[in-house]
T-cell receptor, first 114, second 115 residues
């Protein structure tokens, strides 16, 4: 099966940098994704790491290390609108039928303060 | 495309009643996910379809829950009989078969309250 662990809450100030970690146990997976969800809204896709290393998209970056079963989401130049829940998710396991299955971690609630 | 469309957006029902949640996938997507979200349990995967076929339903809580895909663009999640502990936000999401890194697109969810 697939299980993912994230911190439940993180607090940071506007303009700062924050890192949200995700550790996982899987029976094989294609890649690690990150989603953002504002209160009352639906999860929306932020980034995907299929390979080890860093992926950068504007103020957001995501990292994956398969050997450490670990990934993180890095948010820079924090803005008040970044206050939301952030979820890591794995696609897998690796087989023909279930390769697209998407399993989420418990989510990290980020509070950005002035 | 209008995105993934769920209906109803809100549903309040009495314990014991049947509830049917509906989801229209994005055209061309072949993977369909039903999730349930609560404060206590987070985002739980209930069932996953690929090409209209249920691949993994291990997250379906019990026999009171059933899901179908009568065609490639539409799915239903039924709860019969409903119980207060079923109160949650139910999301469906779809994704494209073309790439494994393709994002999953979520509908706006159905907020279910069972009283």
């Amino acid at each position: 099966g697939q299980s993912l662990e994230q911190p439940s809450e993180v607090t940071a100030v506007e303009g700062a940098i924050v890192q949200i970690n995700c550790t996982y146990q899987t029976s094989g997976f294609y890649g690690l994704s990150w989603y953002q969800q504002h209160d009352g809204g639906a999860p929306t896709f932020l980034s995907y790491n299929g390979l080890d290393g860093l992926e950068e998209t504007g103020r957001f970056s995501s990292f994956l290390s398969r050997s450490d079963s670990y990934g993180y989401l890095l948010l820079q130049e924090l803005q008040m609108k970044d206050s939301a829940s952030y979820f890591c998710a794995v696609r897998g396991p690796v087989n023909n039928n279930a390769g697209n299955m998407l399993t989420f971690g418990g989510g990290t609630r980020l509070m950005v303060k002035p | 495309d209008a995105g993934v469309i769920q209906s109803p957006r809100h549903e309040v029902t009495e314990m014991g009643q049947e509830v049917t949640l509906r989801c229209k996938l994005i055209s061309g997507h072949n993977s369909l996910f039903w999730y349930r979200q609560t404060m206590m349990r987070g985002l739980e995967l209930l069932i996953y379809f690929n090409n209209n076929v249920p691949i993994d339903d291990s997250g379906m809580p019990e026999d009171r829950f059933s899901a179908k895909m009568p065609n490639a663009s539409f799915s239903t999640l039924k709860i019969q009989p409903s119980e207060p502990r079923d109160s949650a936000v139910y999301f469906c999401a779809s994704s494209s078969p073309r790439q494994l890194n393709t994002e999953a697109f979520f509908g706006q969810g159905t907020r279910l309250t069972v009283v």
